[in-house]
Nanobody, 127 residues
């Protein structure tokens, strides 16, 4: 079993920054794949970013490329999502998700590939 707890959400002005944290516990962490997803009101959940700890490959949605950075700290079992130059459309509930093992690169954006999910943290970007 893997437990995920997100933190770091909040209210920020357009153009501002936030850093989300996903604290993991349970099974061996360094072979996991971890992703961040978000869901805006009235919209479907969408992939934001993902990281494979074996090899360090990352994925970013086109809408966040150049603004968001995903990283992981194996020792602390934490995955971060640094979000810069935030836009109103980044508003939503952000979820951390994990799979105990690798996900192929072409499937990193698929929520069906992830086994474990956190409860989410709210990010509100307001101008």
């Amino acid at each position: 079993q893997v437990q995920l707890v997100e933190s770091g959400g909040g209210l920020v002005q357009t153009g501002g920054s936030l850093r989300l944290s996903c604290i993991t516990s349970g099974r061996t962490f360094n072979r996991h794949t971890v992703g961040w997803f978000r869901q805006a009101p009235g919209k479907e959940r969408e992939s934001v970013a993902a990281i494979r700890f074996t090899g360090g490959s990352t994925y970013y949605a086109d809408s966040v490329k150049g603004r968001f950075t995903i990283s992981g700290d194996n020792a602390k079992k934490i995955v971060y999502l640094q979000m810069n130059n935030l836009k109103d459309e980044d508003t939503g509930v952000y979820y951390c998700a994990a799979r105990a093992g690798q996900i192929i690169l072409s499937a990193l954006h698929l929520s069906s590939q992830y086994e474990y999910w956190g409860q989410g943290t709210q990010v509100t970007v307001s101008s």
